[in-house]
């Protein structure tokens, strides 16, 4: 079959997720014909998916949050009205998407949760069946165990979600534990996409903290906490742009641009690992039992349900700031020996090819 990828370029974890499916499909005999990726002015798409992806890469203008001042919380209300006075780039957004679907005339189109895939099916309807996956869709799913309050947000994030997915045959849930499939709602529950570069990995301890913040406002929290426990070795991954590629901030605290290769070595041999809350890094951390700190950025009710899901499977606790203490007196409570995610995770590959080939 011939495939064509649509990317959020949000993060990392949507990117990583693509990569994975694209070895997958290729492993057995499938071809992507074209990656299209969604870029704002905000983020850098990272080097490692133009060299781990062997497909025509495009990338196009796509909607983004705006940053607090501080550089650490989203601004949710500010972000939905800058994307709306940027509609006429997003038009041609949705124009250029379809022009590359009927150009390529893939078996299916598979959509890494971009808004604008689903707002293309919406607008032009191309006869090119497509799939959506993401952690987003287990939102969705009545057994989901949201956070407590901020019933506007949930609602806006399904609502998001729904527009996402608009006219899509299936919804892949990713999770961090099985759950029911609802097939009459599309619904079906798929394993984290773990890179196999992952997967080879034999986990060490280095004695030392790894970390990765999605905004780089957190490193002021990390500097101040780090200043009262200099013994303390961390290593923390940002995609600050105008900073060295590896600087020391403090005597045994390192901040490092997001690389692919060197966060993989780092997190093989950590002792644990503290991140805001996106699904993707989190899942690598599970598979590779380091226990978790999650920080869920500052109104960013996804990984709030991201942290809220992940510590009901088990795999750490959830915290306000990057209070580094807190991960230091849960690691002795950390059960390593609980394998029910590893064994979940690696039923992916056969669970993906039935769902996306039938």
Known sequence: MRFLFIVQGEGRGHMTQAISMHDILIKNGHKVVEVLVGKSERREIPKFFFEKIHAPIHTYESPNFLVSNNNKGILLFQSILYNLEHLGRYFKSMAFINKKINSTKPDLVINFY????????ALYNPSTPYICLGHQFLLLHPDFVFPKGQLLQRWMLNFNTRLTSFRAKKLLALSFSPMDDLPKKKLFVVPPLLRKEVMELTPEDGGYILGYMLNA???EEIVRWHQKQSHVVSHFFWDKKDVPEDMEAEANLYFHRINDVKFLSYMKDCT?????SGFESICEAMYLR???LMVPTKGHYEQKSNSVDASRAGAGIVSESFDIGKLLTYIPQYDKKDRKFVTWAKTAEQRFLSLLTT
Request: net charge neutral.
């Open 114 to 121: 971009e808004l604008l895939a689903g707002m293309t099916y």
């Open 217 to 219: 406002g957190y490193s």
């Open 272 to 276: 644990a690992y503290a991140s805001t």
């Open 290 to 292: 380091k226990p978790i």
